[in-house]
């Protein structure tokens, strides 16, 4: 089936400090890559979808100046935690739809954000 | 508000026996849904999903049912195995084209522990 990767999985940083996650689709070209965020017992909650070559199209309430995406190519997109706080850690997933146009999206194996 | 419910926060089950776990959804512009089971601390994986002019799908152990006038749809794992214990989300798609075009809205997800 198709991957996704993340990297890195585990990720620790001050307040104040930015951290950029990696998404890669390994085996197939994605158009379109969603950023997730999951809290403890909760749900995944859609952050953004990214789009190659193109502008991040943000959910409601989602800040865009903190959390930026970039989609340089169609098999990576990046998202970074800009002037990480405390509230900002999470568990942060990302998917991936096949550019052949399923409508199965693959998830990454999630990277734990901790903001100390 | 919530447009994918899944009321059960978790179920438990004796091996070989059926598990079936419920979702409900409130937006009928819906027409595309996804079942996902999912580890601790690991992203999402695939499992079965159906389109809306279907009312059934089945791949081995897992089938599926839509049921579109209650807006209701099921999982059905038989026989069930302890290496199903795991938490399992339903996820509707939006496929209407523009920024809304496969987008996932997840349920709350439900705890599945099969007993052995």
């Known amino acids: 089936g198709a991957v996704v990767s993340q990297h890195p999985s585990r990720v620790i940083c001050k307040s104040g400090t930015s951290v950029k996650i990696e998404c890669r689709s390994l085996d197939f070209q994605a158009t379109t890559m969603f950023w997730y965020r999951q809290f403890p017992k909760k749900s995944l909650m859609l952050m953004a979808t990214s789009n190659e070559g193109s502008k991040a199209t943000y959910e409601q309430g989602v800040e865009k100046d903190k959390f930026l995406i970039n989609h340089a190519s169609l098999t990576l997109s990046t998202l970074t935690v800009t002037s990480a706080h405390p509230e900002d850690s999470s568990f942060y997933i990302c998917?991936?739809?096949?550019?052949?146009?399923?409508?199965?999206?693959?998830f990454g194996p999630g990277t734990r954000l901790t903001v100390t | 508000d919530q447009q994918v419910k899944q009321n059960s926060p978790s179920l438990s089950v004796q091996e070989g026996r059926i598990s079936i776990l419920n979702c409900d959804y409130t937006n009928s512009m819906f027409d595309y849904f996804l079942w996902y089971k999912k580890y601790p601390a690991e992203g999402p994986t695939f499992l079965i999903s159906i389109s809306s002019i279907k009312d059934k799908n089945e791949d081995g152990r897992f089938t599926v049912f839509l049921n579109k006038s209650a807006k209701h749809l099921s999982l059905h794992i038989v026989p069930s195995q302890p290496g199903d214990s795991a938490v399992y989300f339903c996820a509707a798609s939006l496929n209407a084209g523009g920024t809304s075009y496969g987008k996932l809205t997840f349920g709350q997800g439900t705890i599945l522990t099969v007993h052995p």
């Open positions: 998917s991936a739809r096949d550019r052949g146009g399923s409508y199965e999206q693959y």
